[in-house]
């Protein structure tokens, strides 16, 4: 009985390396979202970038990294077998959506001002006089549209977060909705000025959302490695290699 059972642990294993080895998973995430994800010299680099690599690395699974605006990426994610999108907020509307693997890193939901501004902020029925900046098919523009926050009237939506970074520093929008370890990034790469964070109106991580038609067992591997990851400071080493830069 015990030669059986190991046997079929043996099979098991081996069966699992078969499916990894064989896989090629098109990794897709999007420009501009940094410290997560940013293009840098030509090259993709930011925290999310580096661990999804290391634990494709890990797993000896062979993968293809490209950008694409965010809505075009979500979209693709949803339609195409071994594709996966990061990095990506795990939201109820979401859940059965995808299949993920994270988290990857917390980031917390805020409003950012211009700095200097004599804007108060002390829950989100006050930021429903202003007009704030979103941008299309994002998690944040969602939840606050959701809670009764209307585009075109206070939500102000854009292609993407620099445009709403640039927008704040013109005078074009009252406040921004972004994620805290977000925004000061963007902000400085797009040298849109300073802002100040106002209110934290959720509490969120980041995940990778991989396709709903992806083997549980791939997905199962993949989220121990990055358990393994954080376990050995390979996580923290990476975190702290982008953080300490800001």
Do not use: C
């Amino acid at each position: 009985m015990t030669n059986k059972f190991l046997l079929f642990i043996l099979f098991l294993l081996l069966s699992l390396n078969s499916a990894l080895a064989q896989t090629k998973i098109s990794l897709i995430t999007e420009d501009y979202r940094p410290p997560l994800n940013m293009i840098i010299d030509n090259k993709i680099v930011g925290i999310s970038t580096e661990i999804m690599q290391e634990i494709m690395k890990r797993e000896k699974i062979k993968y293809t990294l490209e950008v694409l605006p965010w809505a075009r990426g979500f979209n693709t994610t949803q339609k195409k077998s071994d594709t996966a999108l990061f990095s990506t907020t795990r939201t109820p509307e979401r859940e059965n959506l995808f299949k993920w693997v994270g988290p990857i890193i917390s980031n917390n939901w805020v409003f950012f001002a211009k700095k200097g501004s004599k804007i108060k902020i002390n829950s989100l029925d006050d930021a429903k006089k202003y007009s704030i900046g979103v941008y299309t098919e994002d998690a944040v523009t969602e939840f606050l549209q959701k809670n009764g926050f209307v585009r075109n009237e206070n939500l102000d939506v854009s292609t993407n977060d620099q445009q709403n970074a640039l927008k704040l520093q013109a005078g074009r929008i009252d406040l921004w909705a972004s994620g805290s370890a977000l925004g000061p990034w963007i902000v400085k790469l797009a040298n849109a000025g300073s802002i100040e964070e106002l209110y934290t109106f959720n509490k969120t991580e980041l995940y990778a959302a991989f396709n709903i038609n992806t083997d549980d067992k791939i997905i199962n591997q993949l989220n121990k490695q990055l358990k393994k990851m954080k376990q050995d400071g390979t996580v923290k080493k990476i975190y702290n290699k982008y953080f300490y830069q800001k």
